[in-house]
């Protein structure tokens, strides 16, 4: 997937973008997990009375996800834990 919009929005937040290699599951795993995880605990977790209703849901989720979700490749840990100064508190 290339577009220039993304790209754009990415560089204005300095982000860099990285790209995996396609066939490659040693650098696509991480990604194929967190799409299942997706499907198995957000998109198909409950039912949705409407798409709306499914994407006003995934804040609250991904929030979860990431500060709250012991992840067992990081220990029991949330992902947000491996970040410091997530809250910029510390500058």
Same mark, same amino acid.
């Given at each position: 997937? =290339?577009?220039?919009? /993304?790209? #754009?929005?990415?560089?204005?937040? $300095?982000?860099?973008? =990285?790209?995996?290699?396609?066939?490659?599951?040693?650098?696509? $795993?991480?990604?194929?997990?967190?799409?299942?995880?997706?499907? #198995?605990? /957000?998109?198909?977790?409950?039912?949705?009375?409407?798409?709306?209703?499914?994407? #006003?849901?995934?804040?609250? /989720?991904?929030?979860?996800?990431?500060?709250?979700? $012991?992840?067992?490749?990081?220990? $029991? =840990?949330?992902?947000?834990?491996?970040?410091?100064?997530?809250?910029?508190?510390?500058?």
């Amino acid at each position: 997937y =290339k577009s220039h919009a /993304w790209r #754009d929005a990415l560089a204005t937040e $300095g982000i860099a973008h =990285k790209r995996t290699r396609p066939y490659r599951p040693q650098t696509n $795993g991480k990604v194929e997990r967190f799409n299942r995880t997706l499907l #198995d605990e /957000w998109a198909y977790a409950r039912p949705y009375r409407t798409e709306q209703e499914r994407r #006003d849901a995934y804040p609250a /989720w991904l929030h979860t996800y990431n500060h709250h979700r $012991g992840h067992t490749a990081l220990a $029991g =840990k949330p992902p947000a834990s491996r970040i410091p100064n997530l809250t910029g508190q510390n500058t």
